[in-house]
């Protein structure tokens, strides 16, 4: 939690925690139902882990139980009649799959007008959105991407907008309602986005921006409002009970909401940027308005500013191999998520932005963990594994709560057939908080959406 | 980083384009040949004048070159799936996209519109695709204005202007999504493709629906080219069985997600199909059957797969579509195979197997060539062992060294 006193011209903790309840977090709306049904206590044997916190442990277990873990590496002493033993021999296991960055549910399969969901292209700032409001939780998307491990995601709008909209967290369980998916308490994200998306949408409509400089004049400009706005409810918040009856109470305004939740650290700001020079842009843009960028989206070229990212605590979710698409994609080596890496202190990100991608986003690692190693940086897959897991989590605010296997954290594991860094491996078991909700060779374990039941039934499969 | 060091000094040792040499041996690897002799371990290879001249141990002949491939695997250079190399640099750059044509002044089926007309060799994405391991592409025309997108061809990645090679080869959309641009029904394709079939023949005396240039392009193809239909949905490849048979056409399916349900008929008219190993998702009503083990079913059925990856820049992803599909049950030397030696044969064009008297085109791999962990380490294009350079790995140069001295602009090798 940021101070007020860094950024306006009232003093202390109290004012900005009792502002973040009232106004960044307003009586948590739209609040998550999700509660993980039991599960027997569960010991996974003889399997080679990849904690996620940088480690690699052989012929090792993994024990957890309430859908906590509660022990890594040697098995317990005692267990229970009850529980489960999954002798994991030849397996690996890690931490479940995390992708920051999916359009799951806003843009679903089948990719029909009906479904387009994802931006709401008609204005650069509407950070009054919110994804989780276009998620359909019936995307088949979401049942591939657990087959490929995923146990939690970031459902972010597009990028046609200066500010695009809030991102939600949600845990890739089946659902019919995206609040019964929600990830319990993450930070909220905001997506913004750099370039060439938002000066062409807009540029084409004549209204504008319609360049770089355009777009960083949007972003100045709303965040200049934010910060009034974010100044004149903590003004009101801190007067007293007598002295708020005299006073105007300020207008509620959602899209200004959102904005001053991430003036006071509550959301956290994941921006789709390409080029070195407008993300160093944006991280000037952020020390002038005093917020903080979490997270640098697609960054075709972050390997051109790998020391800058690092020292500035920023992650980069970065693709393996995409490139050339459009010109601020030109520069795009497959050597970027190994270099991003490589600097003390960083946070590489494997991401997807895509339906196939997010079903194998280990394999994506692999890629970029074989460009590394191929130029001399010596990655193994314990590092590698942090990319899609713990860091992930950084990135998305929860690695408190998930993306690693320690004690106490949520046990989101996929067991897999082999080494994940492989094309041919397979996750064929997938747990999220404790409870099994994939298994390969289970079609009872294998989550089927609304929209796929009962579709081309003439056809023996 | 001495590692570093040995592979940027190999690299260099490699460097200069199509580094010219009569004479080539590669020794001690294990050549999988895609052809009658099947996999070598512990094999030597001679290539001389550009063609393979011998295979098999212990060579003796002298070469002005010789490599020691340490056992690394050697397959027959790989194919980059449909793709429209040399026909674009950016994608979102309009004015470097050639691959379509959407508005001509004539409302009719441009049979004649030809992408190697607007070819280029010397594009970034040559050196980066062929340093992947990859020697050829089917250079496909997209999009058009009506259901015929236009006439291409295989081209080898061997810096020719004119590299083009085996038969003419005409691109058709018959999918749902290509419906728009013939009205609104997909009916409406087969109604064109009659009609033009009918122009050629004389029959259309009411409706010209081609050019006479045209006519004598659509001749040709029907007599030695290749039609590739865009088709996902099973009642689209239905038909396109049909108007092959009708027509007496030689048809290649292309997309092809619920192909597996016509397996056996797709096999028995012996028309090919070209899949993207990565496809599983209802992405359209077309695809609610699309499944990762289509290309095992279909290659279990006797039909020819090939792979594509729906990409040009990123061509390269081809290789995990091919691993996917072998994790999903594909044989793993008819995989191989339809990533090399199979498009060859499809699309007319002379033997990509590793045999005496055949053009030495092949790639040495860092490991098992499906895999997604493995890359090339050398790629010999018509005998040529060409360099390893790109854009790409020019940029990681520059990037790479933590010390950039004067700055990144100045290092420029």
Known sequence: MKHLHQVGFFAGTVIAASFAASVSTADTPFPSTYKAPSHAPTLITNATVLTGTGERLETASLY?????????????????????????????????????????????????????DGNEATAPVTAEVWAEHSVWPQDPGFGRALAGGITAMQILPGSANLFGGRGVTLKNVASVTYQGMKFPDAPYGLKMACGENPKRVYGR??????????????YRAAWIKATDYRDEHAKYMALSDEEKKEAQKPKRDLRLETLAGVLD???????????????????????????????????VEAYKISNELAENGVCGALWADWWGFKMEAYDGIQENIALVDRPEDSCSVVHSDSDEGIQRLNQEAAKAMSRGNKVGMDIAPERAIKWITSNAAKSLGIDDQTGSLRTGLMADVVIWSGNPFSVYAKANQVFIDGVERYNRDDPTLQPVSDFELGQLLEVSQ | MKKMTVLLALAAGLQGINASADSLRINNATIMTMGSMGTLEAADILIEDGEITAIGSDLSEDADRVIDANGAII???MFAGAT????????????????????????????????????????????????????YTLLAATGGQYSIAGVGSLVDFDGGF????????????????ASRKVGGSR????????????????????????????????????????????????????????????????????????????ADELADSDIAVMVNGLDNLPADFDSLGSRL??????????????????????????????????????????????????????????????????????????????????????????GELTSMESRQSKLLERYLPENAGMGRAYINR
Request: contains cysteine.
């Open chain 2, 84 to 135: 429209t190399t040399g026909l674009v640099e950016v994608n979102a750059v309009r004015e470097s996209v050639d691959s379509s044509v959407s508005e001509t002044p004539l409302n009719k089926l441009h049979v004649e519109f030809d992408v190697r007309r607007a070819y280029s060799p010397l594009s970034s994405l040559h050196a980066i695709t062929r340093t992947e391991g990859f020697g």
């Open chain 2, 187 to 262: 009916a409406a394709h087969w109604m064109l493709l009659e009609g033009a079939m009918a122009d050629l023949d004389g029959r259309a005396s009411e409706q010209e629906y081609l050019t006479q240039a045209g006519r004598d392009v659509l001749k040709r193809l029907k007599s030695d080219g290749v039609f590739v239909f865009a088709a996902n949905r099973a009642a689209d490849i239905k038909q396109v069985i049909g108007f092959a048979d009708e027509h007496d056409i030689n048809a290649v399916i292309v997309g092809a997600r619920e192909a597996w349900m016509l």
């Open chain 1, 205 to 218: 409509k004549g209204s504008g921006p319609s360049t770089r400089m355009g777009n960083i004049a949007g």
């Open chain 1, 64 to 116: 957890f139980v309430d859908g906590k873990i509660v022990s890594v590496g040697e098995s317990p002493k005692e267990l229970t009649s009850d529980t489960r033993i999954i002798d994991a021999q030849g397996s690996w296991v890690t931490p479940g799959i995390i992708d920051v960055h999916s359009h799951l549910g806003v843009y679903p399969s089948p990719g029909v007008d009906a479904h387009s």
């Open chain 2, 162 to 177: 004119d590299s083009f090679s085996g038969d003419d080869t005409i691109f058709i959309d018959v999918d749902g999504y």
């Open chain 2, 293 to 382: 083990d289509n290309a095992a079913l279909l290659s279990n059925a006797g039909v020819t797969v090939m792979f594509t990856s729906d990409e040009t820049h990123n061509a390269r992803k081809i290789r995990q579509g091919a691993g996917t599909a072998v994790a999903y049950g594909m044989d793993y030397d008819l995989a191989l195979q339809a990533m090399t030696t199979t498009p060859a044969e499809v699309f007319g064009s002379r033997s990509r197997a590793l045999a005496v008297g055949n053009s030495a085109d092949l790639v040495v791999w860092s490991g098992d060539p499906l895999e997604v962990t493995s890359y090339a380490t050398a790629v010999v294009i018509e």
């Open chain 2, 75 to 77: 397959t027959p250079a």
């Open chain 1, 265 to 299: 650290g509550d959301i956290i700001i994941h921006m789709h940027c390409y080029r070195a020079d407008e993300m160093m842009t944006i991280l000037d843009l952020a020390r002038e308005f005093d917020y903080k960028v979490g997270t640098f989206h697609h960054g």
